[in-house]
């Protein structure tokens, strides 16, 4: 074997027509980002390439005893890390690998996956070890955070649940018992009227169940995109609840995820409070670019409300659209009136964009 070191300070490279594997291993220690190693075992050294620096700030393309990449693991780690690698050694295995914190040089710990290759003599004793340690830091965080969102997503539709479609349930449990007696004595006028008032309700709980039912599998936007999405929003939730729906499109395809994940969003909140509180016959979605802008203007013939009122109070979930228009630097506006229906239009400046 050779005795060359894997990261060599020449600096021309031969020609790939007579690279070497050990030449070879050196090239890709040079132009990797991971922190890429050569462990010699027998003599307890390990020498690191420039991504020990890049990765974790301690001096790179330098020779650190085994020990000094141990003491570096997070200590809930620690023990099974190393006693991982004296296991792969004594099973006499080619190839290792875990999953771990590694301690940076500012104290912070990085999460890495660490995988590595064992090199053996004739009589199969270890020689060296060639590996990488590659940061998936973000990676571990963004899942961390998805977890997050869906246990808070979950907890939101559970007080959906009990706060709508369960309160709507036990009005109607109540309305028809007060049914039954006013049956009984005869009021038939005054049944009348409870049973129309029940089929509200009714109707009212199914258009509330198919809305949580559709917000249990939302559509993936970096799949479908913004209209896509919306379509099947309307086609699943609006359209099964009776409701007339139109959706235009005009000089839209595909907009930056950030941007399609706000407007739809806003689409589905403003979409679920005319669901909710406007008893809406038609729902009217567009989406278009002028130009300097992309707009989107949701509108219904229900029964509308008071701005003003709604805003002071805190209700209709005007807030969230509010924030998210914020976060897109968009124009929130919304026109409503008693008996009037309810306009919602967003003005995104395309250099937002």
């Given amino acids: 074997m050779s005795d060359a070191p894997i990261f060599p300070n020449e600096s021309e490279p031969p020609l790939a027509a007579s690279l070497t594997d050990e ?34 700030g301690y001096a790179g393309d330098t020779v650190q005893t085994h020990e000094w990449w141990q003491e570096r693991i997070f200590p809930d780690d620690k023990e099974r890390v190393v006693a991982s690698v004296r296991q792969a050694l004594k099973q006499k295995v080619d190839y290792w690998t875990e999953e771990y914190k590694f301690r940076r040089v500012d104290g912070t710990n990085a999460h890495v996956i660490d995988r590595g290759y064992f090199i053996y003599d004739r009589d199969r004793n270890p020689l060296r070890m060639i590996g990488a340690m590659v940061d998936i830091t973000s990676r571990v965080n963004l899942a961390e955070a998805q977890a997050q969102s869906a246990i808070e997503e979950r907890q939101r539709l559970a007080r959906d649940l009990h706060d709508s479609v369960s309160q709507t349930l036990y009005s109607m449990t109540l309305l028809a018992e007060a049914t039954h007696r006013l049956a009984k004595s005869g009021q038939l006028d005054q049944v009348i009227a409870q049973s129309k008032r029940l089929g509200e309700l009714s109707q009212q709980s199914l258009k509330e169940m198919r809305l949580l039912l559709f917000e249990l599998r939302l559509p993936t936007l970096e ?52 669901l909710k509180h406007a008893a809406a016959s038609r729902v009217n979605v567009s989406i278009r670019s002028t130009g300097s802008a992309v707009e989107m203007d949701i509108r219904d013939n229900g029964r509308g409300f008071d701005p003003a009122t709604a805003q002071d109070e805190g209700g209709m979930g005007l807030g969230n659209l509010k924030e998210r228009a914020q976060k897109l630097n968009a124009d929130l506006q919304i026109v409503s009136g008693l008996e009037k229906g309810t306009q919602i239009k967003i003005v995104v400046p395309i250099q937002e964009i």
Avoid: C
Avoid at 262 to 267: S, V, Y
């Fill in 23 to 56: 030449e070879k291993l050196q090239l890709v220690a040079k132009v990797s980002a991971d922190a890429i190693y050569d462990w010699d075992i027998v003599a307890g050294l390990t020498r690191w390439n420039h991504g020990m620096r890049t990765l974790f």
């Fill in 223 to 274: 799949s479908d995109g913004l209209v896509k999405a919306i379509q099947k929003r309307l086609e699943a939730v609006e359209k099964r609840a009776g409701i007339e729906t139109v959706l235009s499109v005009e000089g839209i395809e595909r907009l930056p995820v950030l941007v399609e994940e706000g407007l739809f969003h806003m689409a589905h909140e403003a979409l679920n409070n005319s």
